[in-house]
Protein backbone atom coordinates (compact mmCIF):
# COMPACT_ATOMS: atom_id res chain seq x y z
CA UNK A 1 0.00 0.00 0.00
CA UNK A 2 1.40 3.21 -0.73
CA UNK A 3 1.14 5.76 2.20
CA UNK A 4 2.01 8.81 -0.06
CA UNK A 5 -1.53 9.10 -1.54
CA UNK A 6 -2.16 12.06 1.57
CA UNK A 7 -5.33 10.23 3.09
CA UNK A 8 -4.24 9.22 6.60
CA UNK A 9 -5.06 5.60 7.36
CA UNK A 10 -7.39 4.19 10.04
CA UNK A 11 -4.83 4.26 12.53
CA UNK A 12 -4.16 8.23 11.90
CA UNK A 13 -7.68 8.78 11.75
CA UNK A 14 -7.83 7.22 15.19
CA UNK A 15 -4.89 8.90 16.78
CA UNK A 16 -5.91 12.57 15.40
CA UNK A 17 -9.38 11.96 16.71
CA UNK A 18 -7.81 11.17 20.38
CA UNK A 19 -5.68 14.37 20.27
CA UNK A 20 -9.05 16.34 19.74
CA UNK A 21 -11.04 17.06 23.41
CA UNK A 22 -14.05 15.26 22.13
CA UNK A 23 -11.85 12.60 21.41
CA UNK A 24 -10.14 12.22 24.83
CA UNK A 25 -13.67 12.98 26.61
CA UNK A 26 -15.22 9.80 24.69
CA UNK A 27 -11.99 7.66 25.25
CA UNK A 28 -11.94 8.55 28.87
CA UNK A 29 -15.71 7.75 29.14
CA UNK A 30 -14.77 3.84 27.69
CA UNK A 31 -11.95 3.58 30.00
CA UNK A 32 -14.15 4.39 33.28
CA UNK A 33 -16.99 1.92 31.95
CA UNK A 34 -14.20 -0.59 31.63
CA UNK A 35 -12.78 -0.03 35.48
CA UNK A 36 -16.00 0.19 36.41
CA UNK A 37 -17.43 -3.10 34.94
CA UNK A 38 -14.17 -4.85 36.27
CA UNK A 39 -15.13 -3.40 40.09
CA UNK A 40 -18.49 -4.77 39.39
CA UNK A 41 -17.24 -7.73 38.39
CA UNK A 42 -15.40 -8.68 41.46
CA UNK A 43 -18.47 -7.64 43.74
CA UNK A 44 -20.81 -9.47 45.70
CA UNK A 45 -23.50 -8.20 43.89
CA UNK A 46 -22.91 -7.38 40.23
CA UNK A 47 -26.45 -6.50 39.70
CA UNK A 48 -25.40 -2.62 38.59
CA UNK A 49 -23.27 -3.71 35.41
CA UNK A 50 -25.90 -2.75 33.00
CA UNK A 51 -25.58 0.58 33.13
CA UNK A 52 -21.87 0.76 32.24
CA UNK A 53 -22.24 -1.73 29.43
CA UNK A 54 -24.70 0.30 28.00
CA UNK A 55 -23.07 3.26 28.13
CA UNK A 56 -19.53 1.58 27.49
CA UNK A 57 -21.16 0.36 24.10
CA UNK A 58 -22.77 3.74 22.79
CA UNK A 59 -19.59 5.28 23.29
CA UNK A 60 -17.41 3.20 21.31
CA UNK A 61 -20.40 4.02 18.48
CA UNK A 62 -20.34 7.55 19.02
CA UNK A 63 -16.44 7.31 19.28
CA UNK A 64 -16.10 5.21 15.79
CA UNK A 65 -18.89 7.94 14.17
CA UNK A 66 -16.94 10.75 15.37
CA UNK A 67 -13.84 9.33 14.32
CA UNK A 68 -14.33 8.17 10.41
CA UNK A 69 -16.32 11.10 10.11
CA UNK A 70 -19.51 9.20 9.77
CA UNK A 71 -21.88 12.14 11.42
CA UNK A 72 -20.99 14.08 8.18
CA UNK A 73 -22.36 11.61 5.44
CA UNK A 74 -24.84 10.35 7.57
CA UNK A 75 -26.87 13.23 7.59
CA UNK A 76 -30.26 11.35 8.40
CA UNK A 77 -29.66 11.62 12.27
CA UNK A 78 -28.65 14.38 14.17
CA UNK A 79 -25.58 13.31 15.98
CA UNK A 80 -25.27 16.49 18.06
CA UNK A 81 -28.35 15.87 19.70
CA UNK A 82 -27.98 11.91 19.93
CA UNK A 83 -24.66 12.70 21.56
CA UNK A 84 -26.32 14.72 24.12
CA UNK A 85 -29.05 13.27 24.58
CA UNK A 86 -26.74 9.94 24.94
CA UNK A 87 -24.25 11.82 27.57
CA UNK A 88 -27.19 13.34 29.89
CA UNK A 89 -29.03 10.11 30.32
CA UNK A 90 -25.52 8.43 31.02
CA UNK A 91 -25.23 11.01 33.33
CA UNK A 92 -28.49 10.87 35.03
CA UNK A 93 -28.00 6.81 35.30
CA UNK A 94 -24.14 6.99 36.40
CA UNK A 95 -25.49 9.53 39.61
CA UNK A 96 -28.14 7.89 40.24
CA UNK A 97 -27.30 3.49 40.57
CA UNK A 98 -23.82 5.24 42.00
CA UNK A 99 -25.35 7.22 45.05
CA UNK A 100 -27.71 3.56 45.43
CA UNK A 101 -24.60 1.55 45.14
CA UNK A 102 -22.23 3.68 47.72
CA UNK A 103 -24.56 3.72 50.52
CA UNK A 104 -25.98 0.38 50.09
CA UNK A 105 -22.91 -1.83 49.64
CA UNK A 106 -20.33 -3.18 52.56
CA UNK A 107 -17.84 -4.81 50.29
CA UNK A 108 -14.65 -2.67 48.86
CA UNK A 109 -15.18 -3.53 44.80
CA UNK A 110 -18.63 -2.54 45.66
CA UNK A 111 -18.07 0.97 46.67
CA UNK A 112 -15.10 1.48 44.15
CA UNK A 113 -17.13 0.76 41.31
CA UNK A 114 -19.93 3.11 42.93
CA UNK A 115 -17.00 5.94 43.75
CA UNK A 116 -15.67 5.60 39.93
CA UNK A 117 -19.70 5.29 38.96
CA UNK A 118 -20.08 8.84 40.61
CA UNK A 119 -16.89 10.31 38.53
CA UNK A 120 -17.71 8.78 35.21
CA UNK A 121 -21.70 10.73 36.42
CA UNK A 122 -19.34 13.80 36.65
CA UNK A 123 -17.65 13.32 33.34
CA UNK A 124 -20.93 12.34 30.45
CA UNK A 125 -22.15 15.81 32.75
CA UNK A 126 -19.04 17.48 31.52
CA UNK A 127 -19.64 16.05 27.91
CA UNK A 128 -23.19 16.97 27.98
CA UNK A 129 -22.21 20.26 28.97
CA UNK A 130 -19.74 20.64 26.00
CA UNK A 131 -21.87 19.18 23.27
CA UNK A 132 -24.62 22.03 24.28
CA UNK A 133 -23.12 24.86 22.52
CA UNK A 134 -22.63 23.11 19.23
CA UNK A 135 -26.09 22.74 19.03
CA UNK A 136 -26.60 26.29 19.94
CA UNK A 137 -24.53 27.26 17.06
CA UNK A 138 -25.77 24.90 14.53
CA UNK A 139 -29.59 26.54 14.96
CA UNK A 140 -30.74 28.49 11.99
CA UNK A 141 -33.48 30.80 12.76
CA UNK A 142 -36.17 30.46 10.49
CA UNK A 143 -37.02 32.80 7.90
Known amino acids: MDSSSGTPGCMGQCTSFLRSHKGTVLALEIGLCIVILICYGASRTPGYTGVA ?79 FPTLRKTHTAAP
Open 53 to 131: IFEMVFSIVFFIIYMLGLNKQLAVVHWGWSDFVRALIGALLFLITSIIVVIGHRDGPGIAAGVFGLLAGILFAYDAYIT
